[in-house]
């Protein structure tokens, strides 16, 4: 009777125990990936309830170094309050935020998030998201990953020269207005830089990167051609940066047509003539564009060249980029 007993206890407290199990944690957060494309993709984040979280897209390689997401985003990208006091200055001055617990608050997340990523073409990302503390130490073992992978990527024309039209054209640059900017030693120390601008009747703009010998504070007469360096600083007097469109994105410099708000053309090549007699500028030339199209220059007038005071560097810690809630800052 004994034996039976205790394998009755036994049996209940089987049964108790396997009711306090817990059950398993399931995730408040929805994670979508949506508008995969050779250039990016739309990551959308759902919340199903008020709380602290992180997400963010990485590459697999970066994560797979630390043992979670959580243990990545504390050693690459968290902003500790530690970080936030040799900051707190910039923080208050550019985004307005004058306590640590002001950027807690921003991880706090209620509702959905989405997020328009630019990313490599034909790589594979791991979105990753996990629960937080208010004090924005990891609340639970949950963490949530969903992997994508993007698609082969748009070529070099469609990725720098989109805003130009293929179909060749010819635009008619006789200038009505102009204005002008002495650069100096901008590129290198051996010619000046300036940046010259002219419009149309058809308010239609003519941007022109040249340089000229060094030394000179205004655009001397003489012939300068368009050139295609690899490298800025290797534009030298007498030549004029083409549109290239890749130096145009990292340093918007280079000399390109302005057609509408939609459309540009990017100049690579031909001449452009330049008189000057009693400070009356007489310009022509004939420049043609990435996919073909003309552009007929002629201006008759004067030219003011203005000297752009360059502003105070600044010396500051990068703080960079104040982003949606649960996706908050990059320090690196």
């Known amino acids: 009777m004994k034996k039976y007993f205790f394998i009755a206890m036994a049996a209940v407290l089987g049964l108790a125990v396997?009711?306090?199990?817990?059950?398993?944690?399931?995730s408040p957060l929805k994670i979508e990936v949506s508008d995969i494309t050779g250039e990016g993709a739309t990551v959308t984040v759902t919340c199903s309830t008020t709380d602290y979280f992180y997400w963010d897209v990485a590459l697999p390689e970066d994560l797979a170094a630390y043992a979670n997401p959580y243990e990545y985003w504390v050693n690459e990208s968290m902003i500790t309050e530690e970080y936030y006091n040799e900051n707190a200055e910039a923080f208050a001055q550019y985004y307005g935020i004058n306590s640590y617990d002001e950027i807690k608050a921003m991880y706090l997340l209620t509702t959905e998030d989405t997020y328009d990523y630019e990313l490599d073409s034909e790589t594979e990302y791991v979105v990753?998201?996990?629960?937080?503390?208010?004090d924005l130490t990891l609340k639970s073992t949950?963490?949530?990953?969903?992997?994508?992978?993007?698609?082969?990527?748009?070529?070099?024309?469609?990725?720098?020269y989109q805003l130009e039209p293929t179909t060749p054209l010819t635009l008619d640059m006789t200038a009505t207005q102009s204005a002008a900017y002495a650069y100096g030693n901008f590129y290198n120390e051996t010619?000046?830089?300036?940046?010259?601008?002219?419009?149309?009747?058809?308010?239609?703009?003519?941007?022109?990167?040249?340089?000229?010998?060094?030394?000179?504070?205004?655009?001397?007469?003489?012939?300068?051609?368009?050139?295609?360096?690899?490298?800025?600083?290797?534009?030298?007097?007498?030549?004029?940066?083409?549109?290239?469109?890749?130096?145009?994105?990292?340093?918007?410099?280079?000399?390109y047509a302005i057609l509408s708000d939609t459309e540009a053309?990017?100049?690579?090549?031909?001449?452009?003539?330049?008189?000057?007699?009693?400070?009356?500028?007489?310009?022509?030339?004939?420049?043609?564009?990435?996919?073909?199209?003309?552009?007929?220059?002629?201006?008759?007038?004067?030219?003011?060249?203005?000297?752009?005071?360059?502003?105070?560097?600044?010396?500051?810690k990068p703080i960079l980029p104040l982003s949606v809630k649960g996706h908050v800052f990059n320090r690196k």
Not at 18 to 26: D, G, L, N, Q, Y
Not at 143 to 159: A, K
Request: charged residues 10%; negative net charge; aromatic residues 10%.
């Open 18 to 26: 396997a009711s306090c199990k817990p059950e398993p944690e399931v």
């Open 128 to 134: 990753y998201a996990f629960r937080l503390n208010e």
């Open 142 to 160: 949950l963490i949530d990953t969903v992997h994508f992978t993007t698609l082969e990527g748009p070529s070099e024309e469609e990725i720098y």
């Open 191 to 255: 010619a000046s830089n300036f940046g010259v601008m002219f419009a149309n009747a058809a308010n239609q703009m003519l941007v022109l990167d040249i340089s000229a010998a060094n030394g000179s504070t205004t655009l001397p007469a003489g012939t300068y051609t368009v050139a295609n360096p690899t490298d800025l600083t290797a534009i030298g007097a007498g030549q004029m940066l083409a549109g290239n469109a890749m130096l145009y994105s990292q340093y918007q410099a280079g000399t």
């Open 265 to 316: 053309l990017w100049i690579v090549n031909g001449t452009l003539n330049v008189q000057v007699a009693d400070g009356v500028y007489t310009i022509t030339g004939k420049l043609t564009s990435y996919y073909g199209s003309t552009v007929n220059v002629s201006y008759t007038g004067a030219i003011e060249f203005q000297q752009p005071q360059q502003a105070a560097k600044k010396v500051a």
